[in-house]
């Protein structure tokens, strides 16, 4: 998968997608609804942990769609990017411009999955987590707010929920 090549409409893709996701949270009657998963299978997990809750009652939400690379500023060196975005996805469209991640997975995974679970990689040694790399993140909550958490300045970095610098 590359960039998409018309980032407008890829833009307006993405506004569609948010604002529906976002409704239907808003919709959710959390007592009877039970609580938030994604549609992401069990068995996929790479981990040991016992994903029983999956199978108990649940508000299910899929987010299968939010696997595109929205954008890579050159100057600024940043992508825009949606959690299901692998590695290996955005090497293929950031080498070409020589430009790479600093803390490098050793294996093909998701972005969303390297910050939430910090990424902590063999090159972390020496250039902090793959979370300490993120500039901002747009998280919808499971009420369905869709909220941006940005860097702190240093003194207010203990404040910040989302592994964030």
């Known amino acids: 998968m590359s960039m998409r090549s018309d980032p407008m409409a890829a833009a307006a893709e993405l506004i569609v997608l948010l604002k529906s996701l976002c409704k239907r949270l808003q919709?959710?009657?959390?007592?009877?609804?039970?609580?938030?998963y994604t549609t992401w299978k069990p068995w996929v997990a790479v981990g040991m942990r016992n994903v029983d809750y999956k199978r108990a009652r649940h508000f299910e939400v899929d987010l299968s769609a939010f696997r595109n690379i929205l954008d890579i500023d050159k100057e600024r060196m940043i992508a825009?990017?949606?959690?299901?975005?692998?590695?290996?996805?955005?090497?293929?469209?950031?080498?070409?411009?020589?430009l790479a991640f600093v803390a490098v997975a050793e294996l093909d995974v998701l972005i969303g999955g390297l910050i939430n679970d910090y990424g902590i990689e063999g090159s972390s040694h020496s250039y902090d987590l793959f979370s300490d790399t993120v500039e901002a993140y747009e998280i919808i909550l499971a009420d369905g707010q869709l909220v941006k958490a940005q860097q702190y300045i240093?003194?207010?970095?203990?404040?910040?929920?989302?592994?964030l610098r």
């Open 154 to 163: 240093e003194e207010e970095r203990e404040k910040v929920a989302t592994p």
């Open 80 to 98: 825009r990017c949606e959690p299901l975005v692998n590695t290996g996805q955005i090497s293929r469209v950031s080498v070409p411009m020589n």
């Open 27 to 36: 919709e959710r009657n959390p007592s009877r609804d039970g609580l938030v």
